[in-house]
T-cell receptor
């Protein structure tokens, strides 16, 4: 079953603005990961945050994790047209070889 | 060259046909996975393998089978294809990073069953 749920389902912003996507999950986790998928292509790993971390940065990406609320957010600052993609949160499942449980994704459109 | 490759990239087949999707990796990872993606549903796990001798069913394994021919190769078969198996199929590998298992995805195979 799918573990994560992203919100919003779709987001449209202009270049230079910040984009925030949220993810909620159901069970306890060891870590949470965010992936990006350009249209019809494979997923690319963006960032991993451990369950004992509250915030993590990577370039223009900022991820927060609140294990008490079972939620995470991904912030993309100063967005660019090239950031247009779908973004998925994923949690590892130790019962299935740490295969990832993915949410349904947020579709981000950044217009010039 | 890409680290995780999938063949074919696109395939159209008819109901009832047997079809095999192949995945190869040069990353040297032991763990490999097959997912399918349907519009609006995210990715769902079909099968996963820890090594050549260890293969496990995922969430939606019915109608599928797999073969791990070598550490680098993991094939997915549809024994008798049906239209609701039309989807985008992804192979992935994973490795322990010290913080968790990050996954590396192939480019996908778009399968259409008519």
């Amino acid at each position: 079953s799918q573990q994560g749920e992203e919100d919003p389902q779709a987001l449209s912003i202009q270049e230079g603005e910040n984009a925030t996507m949220n993810c909620s999950y159901k069970t306890s986790i060891n870590n949470l990961q965010w992936y990006r998928q350009n249209s019809g292509r494979g997923l690319v790993h963006l960032i991993l945050i451990r369950s004992n971390e509250r915030e993590k940065h990577s370039g223009r990406l900022r991820v927060t994790l609140d294990t008490s609320k079972k939620s995470s957010s991904l912030l993309i600052t100063a967005s660019r047209a090239a950031d247009t993609a779908s973004y998925f949160c994923a949690t590892g499942n130790s019962n299935s070889g740490y295969a990832l449980n993915f949410g349904k994704g947020t579709s981000l459109l950044v217009t010039p | 060259d890409a680290d995780v490759t999938q063949t074919p990239r696109n395939r159209i087949t008819k109901t009832g046909k047997r079809i095999m999707l192949e995945c190869s990796q040069t990353k040297g990872h032991d763990r490999m996975y097959w997912y399918r993606q349907d519009p609006g549903l995210g990715l769902r796990l079909i099968y996963y393998s820890f090594d050549v001798k260890d293969i496990n069913k995922g969430e939606i394994s019915d109608g599928y089978s797999v073969s791990r021919q070598a550490q680098a190769k993991f094939s997915l078969s549809l024994e008798s294809a049906i239209p609701n198996q039309t989807a985008l199929y992804f192979c992935a590998t994973s490795d322990w990073t010290g913080n968790g298992y990050e996954q590396y995805f192939g480019p996908g195979t778009r399968l259409t069953v008519t």
